[in-house]
């Protein structure tokens, strides 16, 4: 167990600032996860690559050239800068973060790895939450259209009310043709 006074905790907020979505997955990066181990980002990738048979392709993946173009324009980066990556970085998914505990067996890992899991729980949560929001909105809104359907289908019948009334009183206000008797 691990002692309070021994406990690290970092802001849910920035953990979530290094979740990305990358090929639909959410995943986060080696350089962002070695940050938050306190291990230098070619260590976390020895240690990977030294266990690779962990890592299949739903637990991690290596961008490939051109999204490690489109991340450097996405930043403005240089190579001096702090977000100038000059290697493709390993991506790793929730699952491949979990792996990661395992294989780098300190009790920071095991910590940060515990926060990121539940990081993770929240924003599915968070998701399930707004699935069920976006439902509800789109049932009130399957209600409001047929609502304004029934409107429209109102107004269509007072018209043909007010049009056939129209015509009845057209018909009694019309001026007689024929001929007239001199009594009328």
């Not at 001096?80 to 505990?101: N, Q």
């Not at 998701?127 to 069920?132: H, I, R, S, V, Y």
Request: charged share 35%; with cysteine.
């Amino acid at each position: 167990m691990i002692n309070s006074k021994d406990e690290i905790s970092i802001p849910d907020e920035v953990i979530m600032s290094k979740i990305y979505l990358i090929r639909g997955k959410k995943v986060m990066l080696d350089r962002d996860l070695a940050e938050l181990y306190g291990v230098e980002t070619k260590q976390l990738k020895r240690a990977v690559r030294r266990n690779l048979e962990r890592f299949p392709a739903d637990f991690m993946f290596e961008m490939n050239n051109e999204e490690l173009k489109n991340w450097r324009y996405q930043f403005g980066t240089s190579n001096e800068d702090k977000r100038g990556l000059r290697y493709p970085p390993f991506c790793f998914t929730e699952y491949g973060v979990l792996m990661l505990a395992s294989i780098l067996n300190s009790n920071r890992a095991i910590q940060i790895n515990i926060q990121i899991v539940r990081v993770f729980m929240k924003m599915r949560e968070m998701l399930m939450e707004n699935k069920e929001i976006l439902q509800q909105l789109e049932k009130i809104q399957d209600e409001l259209t047929k609502h304004d359907e029934k409107i429209i289908l109102i107004f269509e019948y007072i018209n043909r009310l007010e049009q056939e009334k129209q015509l009845v009183t057209d018909q009694q206000n019309r001026k007689k043709v024929g001929f007239k008797q001199p009594n009328d």
